[in-house]
DNA sequence: TTCATTTAGTTCACGTTGTAGACTAAATAT
DNA sequence: ATATTTAGTCTACAACGTGAACTAAATGAA
């Protein structure tokens, strides 16, 4: 239901509109903001005012010179105030990121562990130790920070990782474990580095990221906004039925696409104990280790033919291993697609390899807060007092 | 981008809030209006006065007797001002319906006719006859009518409907070819029969509408809304893979939803000449058409599974030819989902028949504008006249 | 019957916010 | 030097929601 709009919601939502148009359209003058957003000359200025007084927007130098009349004062998003946390549980590493408003990073860390098996008490442990190291550091800078969020791969829902196949964990609660001064929020790495390459990426409105790990999710970009179903766990990619009769998966079904391109199906197929090693066999031309490829990506393509022909994308970012694999899997992937959904849409969705690779997910989790606070800047701002 | 909000934006999301809480809440008081909005009684007595005015509400006899208290007079949705006209082409007939704010049909029409193969050009004029005789209705009730929508069943874009295999059409352009004095629009009759099932149906705020005609279209609602993609040509649930090694489809790929579901496969399969004719099979008990609708159950469970995957299903609607074909339908599809969804999702979708059957589609291309005013009543109304 | 109590709805002075246009400021062109 | 052009501020004003006082209409108790 829509909320009734009071004097204050429309201060606030002006506000939002303001800092969004500066956000979207770098340095503008206040005369150029009146024209973007169709306030008036007055308005923007007080709004601009109040938001430089309250950090989130900062003044440049002189706008355009050379041209007649008085030269603007451009302003741009200031990073200098609110900043965010992003968190990443991955198989292999953890890794924490403090994101100011411009979407600058000004503390990154990343402690290469393998996850797999430890118990979450522990690993969350750890996990606090940065996230305590990244907060204290944001502190020194000056900056506020606004809220954290937490990627993990695996279901979530309500707070909960229903489960974690990469790490063996069910039914953790993180935030339970986790002690920090700032709101810790949890969701789906997928999801979370589709939106890193939303924000800070590709930059495209519409795609449809994958995650290639152990399991296969992904991430739907829809007008610039995330699609994440009606409780928030669409985005199975992996249990996308490729072929009905074919091998069983740990999900109960049969066919699966986790069972063709899932890392294990990968590394068994392509005879690698794990991921680099099965890189170098590609890199040398090893026979299995191209077959187990080529098989990988006809049957994503397969998967993804389902899934443009039910969510109607034009473009397919390719992220987590698939990344590395990317210069392999393109080519099947792309034939099956090309030869499937060129009859019905005009072109086939364009296919690219993610370009922030593992960074996607942190940089997607801090972003979630940072766009909060563009979206909701209200809060932060005080209002301007009269004279 | 979100619009700028001005006290004119105030006062229309206001009228949107306060004619929205009486669309939803049945029969409510002013006083109960401003305790569920937060607005004050001040408030909400101006805007309903103004909708009252605009013949957008009616009061209805004084609300709540025997309690202690001066009685409310409660307020509902009034039909007799606004109108919406719902038009569908289908392969075997034309259908008209006109629909008042509160969801009441005024008029409503359907004449019979084989359209495959027809002109565009024909079945339009002859569609354009109904709506006339619909419009004039409209007219003689005193209502205004807003807007209408036509339901094809086939891809639809910016006007144009790219294809129609039932038809046997190519990117024809309807209004062109329809000259009526209100505006019309085009729109995938899945998802507007999707809409009709939200609206005037069995009211869930997240499920898939499944349409089976010729081929098979999906429609999606999440939180209420139609999800539609980025082009909006989500939903082609019939070219979803289901078996990679199947039977070419006219799509160019192979193995697709349609090969095994679709009318033709079905007819072809249950060896009857049409629906009627394989519905008496069934009821009859004959092997073979009986075998045919396990065969595609099975397979629409498949690609089903594919889709809630993907989207996040807990709800799924079958409607179209499917709604006839629910009793032997619904035992392979859900013995598919359960077997292939119970290890990650807790419990299957929910699986039910179309409520509304054919009167679905134009149910929602009326509901389309009457919805459109409901959430935008401002150019309805006009400000009351200060004494 | 009478009057207190309770709830509904209206009225009006007021506060908050955006608007429109006059005004000041600072650049280039003539 | 002066006109012209564009940026930004200032101020009287209008639109709309607020809040409290007020009127209206019911029930319940004396």
Redesign the interface.
Known sequence: ???????E??RA??L??VL??VG?GGPLTRAALAEV???TKSTVSKLVGDLVDAGLLAETGPARAGERGRPGVAVVLSGARVAALGLEINVDYLAVRVLDLTGGVRFAARRERDNRGSRPKKVLGELQTLATEALAEAHRLGLEVAGAVLAVSG?VGDGVLFSAPNLGWQDVRPADLLRLPVPVELDNEANLAALGELWYGAGE??FLYVSGEIGIG?GLV??GTL??????????????????EGAPC?????GCLETYAGQEALLTAGKAASVPELLAALERGDGPALAACAAAGRALG??L???V??????RIVLGGVFTQLYPWLSGPVSEVLT???????GTPPVLTASRLGGDAATLGAAGRVVHRVLADPAPFVTRAQEA
Do not use: K, W, Y
């Open positions: 239901m829509t909320q009734a709009v009071r004097h919601e429309m939502r002006n939002e509109v969004g148009a979207r957003t169709g306030l279901p409105r519409d992904a829809v007008g699609f994440s179903g009606a409780t928030g766990l669409a985005g199975e990619l992996g249990h996308v039925v490729v072929a009905p740990s999900c109960g079904g049969t397969i998967a033919t389902s899934a022909n039910l969510l109607d994308l034009d030869a499937r959904l060129g009859g019905l849409r």
